[in-house]
């Protein structure tokens, strides 16, 4: 059993809206809809919905209208805006995580609520957490042509591993199908990762850590990447990858829907 850390409070400025809710799926799925199916189907017991207090009642209101989350899960909101300093921009992905610290007990799945990953990376998160250590975490790993989209270029987290172990992640940016060199097996993180929870407790050390060399700043951001790199650097967390074969389904323009629907509507 594990619970489900839904990061569900961006802002969405490229897509001009609230994208986690937009409708991708068939039925009127949204992205998020799928990843609580998913990763209750692979052993989640609970959902922690990491939300804005302005989007909030929107979330609540989306499964309302899809006649409620599924049945067996527990369900917890947390609202990212109130931890921390207030400012308008949330503090970013790594903060996010640390806001739900309350409302995890036990081992926990992390996915942004916006990407599509594929019923088999929880499946195989979830079983990767039965032998997780407390110093440890996992990252799915994706084979980068499988998360490329057909026109325009992307960033990417570009994973150096050893065997099975991380041992860095750059992020590249301009990767296209047309206009890149790296393999087409090339791992890739699209922030699909399983930690135990003294990570929070690392979290909430490397979080000070940031708002003294940067809360002064409207726009820094306090990145899950970054934060899981830094304990790896101290050499306090090992992270191990587990890779999948699905192909990521993501939005972040308007024009991205229609594409991400029929890719959906073959899944």
């Known amino acids: 059993m594990f619970t489900l850390v839904v990061m569900a409070a961006g802002l969405g400025s490229r897509f001009g809206g609230t994208k986690q809710l937009a409708q991708v799926g068939p039925n009127g799925e949204a992205f998020l809809d799928f990843a609580i199916a998913?990763?209750?189907?692979?052993?989640?017991?609970?959902?922690?919905?990491?939300?804005?207090?302005?989007?909030?009642?929107?979330?609540k209101r989306h499964f309302e209208s899809r006649g409620g989350l599924p049945a067996g899960l527990e369900v917890a909101y947390v609202r990212q805006n109130e931890h921390g300093p207030p400012r308008p921009k949330p503090w970013g992905t790594a903060h996010a995580v640390l806001s739900a610290s309350e409302a995890v007990s036990g081992p926990f799945v992390v996915c942004n609520a916006d990407d599509y990953y594929g019923p088999t990376a929880y499946a195989a998160l979830a079983q990767?957490?039965?032998n997780m250590a407390e110093n440890e975490a996992w990252l799915c790993g994706y084979h980068l042509d499988h998360t490329l989209?057909?026109?325009g270029s992307v960033t990417r987290g570009v994973c150096r591993v050893d065997g099975h172990r991380l041992t860095g992640i750059v992020e590249q940016e301009g990767i296209s199908?047309?206009?890149?060199?790296?393999?087409?097996?090339?791992?890739v993180s699209m922030n699909l990762w399983a930690f135990s929870p003294r990570f929070m407790d690392s979290l909430?050390?490397?979080?000070?850590?940031?708002l003294n060399e940067h809360g002064d700043s409207p726009t820094a951001e306090y990145l899950l990447p970054h934060a899981v790199a830094a304990e790896m650097d101290e050499g306090a967390l090992t992270v191990r990858v587990v890779t999948t074969d699905e192909t990521w389904i993501g939005v972040t323009n308007p024009d991205d829907l229609e594409v991400a629907r029929v890719a959906l509507i073959s899944r």
Do not use: C, Y
């Not at 990763?39 to 979330?59: K, M, T, Y």
């Not at 199908?177 to 791992?187: E, M, Q």
């Not at 909430?204 to 850590?209: I, L, N, S, T, Y």
């Open 204 to 210: 909430q050390d490397g979080f000070a850590r940031f």
């Open 38 to 59: 998913d990763a209750q189907a692979a052993g989640a017991a609970r959902v922690v919905l990491i939300v804005r207090s302005d989007i909030e009642a929107d979330v």
């Open 149 to 151: 989209p057909n026109e």
């Open 177 to 187: 199908r047309a206009g890149h060199t790296l393999p087409a097996s090339t791992i």
């Open 128 to 130: 990767a957490i039965g």
